[in-house]
């Protein structure tokens, strides 16, 4: 009679003993099986895989360099924004022509070459696929004139001279400026009254940089006494809100004004003007 084998506390039979042998060696078989697929064939897989990864980062990278415009050459050149300015002048000032290559076209290059035109303010470039540049322009626009060498000159906004008429500058507030850095100060001025408040923008006459006063002189057609405002760029819409109170308000008061100072945030003085006596 067979013994029968004991394992820990279990009692297994002999079949029992023998297929759990068989089954184990099975999956010891098996795993030989694989380790030595593994060493045979394995190795070339990871290569494969390898290359695999680093082809798909190499594919990423170049698709980030490739140039859609490449070999592509201009066809279409679009312009808007220009009212003074007409479609051939833009597209001269931007060096373009019909037949370039796509990819030699630089936008921000175009747009310092439009931008360096007294006659436009600002300039956005872009490049359409597959074969369209547009071309769109802020013009500046005519801000004040001045009277030098015997002539009528118009000034920009950017303080550049304009290819207006005699008439355009007659319409235009007059400025006196001895430098350039005093023209681009009443235009930084002028600038920003049009933009905060056009109405009171027409009333002007005549403007000048006052050093000896640290000011910006200001003459309005509808009142006799000249108006001082900052000259450190601080203007803003209750600067001139607060000039259209005063003169509202205090109207009665100003009658006998030579300077109204506005140079203080907030605050306003009223310079008198000098009486003559007869007796000193």
């Known amino acids: 009679m067979a013994k029968k084998a004991v394992f820990g506390s279990k009692r297994h039979g002999y079949n029992a003993m023998q297929k759990k042998q068989q089954r184990r060696a099975t999956a010891m078989q098996k795993t030989g099986s694989a380790m030595g697929w593994f060493f045979r064939c394995g190795i070339f897989f990871v ?11 190499q594919g990423e990278k170049n698709w980030k360099n490739m140039n859609p415009f490449q070999g592509n050459i201009l066809k279409n050149i679009e312009v808007s924004g220009n009212y003074m300015l007409a479609r051939e002048e833009v597209i001269m000032l931007s060096l373009l022509d019909s037949g370039m290559q796509m990819d030699s076209i ?24 597959p074969s369209k540049v547009l071309l769109e322009i802020n013009e500046a626009r005519p801000l004040m004139s001045a009277y030098e060498s ?19 500058a007659y319409q235009l507030p007059v400025i006196t400026a001895k430098t350039k850095n005093e023209r681009m100060l009443c235009a930084s001025f002028l600038r920003k009254l049009y933009e905060m408040d056009s109405l009171l923008f027409e009333k002007i006459s005549q403007v000048s940089v006052s050093h000896e006063e640290q000011g910006i002189e200001v003459f309005f057609n509808d009142v006799s006494y000249k108006t001082l405002f900052a000259l450190d760029s601080s203007w803003n819409a209750d600067t001139f809100a607060g000039y259209r109170q005063m003169v509202k308000n205090f109207d009665e008061n100003l009658s006998e004004t030579s300077i109204l100072d506005m140079r203080f945030s907030g605050f306003a003085f009223i310079r008198k003007k000098e009486t003559r006596r007869k007796n000193g």
């Open 106 to 129: 630089v936008e921000d290059s175009i747009k310092e070459k439009l931008q360096a035109d007294s006659r436009i303010l600002e300039a956005r470039v872009e490049k359409k696929f």
């Open 150 to 168: 015997g002539r009528w000159v118009v000034y920009s906004e950017k303080g550049s001279v304009l290819p207006l008429s005699r008439k355009t």
């Open 47 to 57: 290569i494969a895989l390898a290359g695999f990864v680093y082809g798909l980062q």
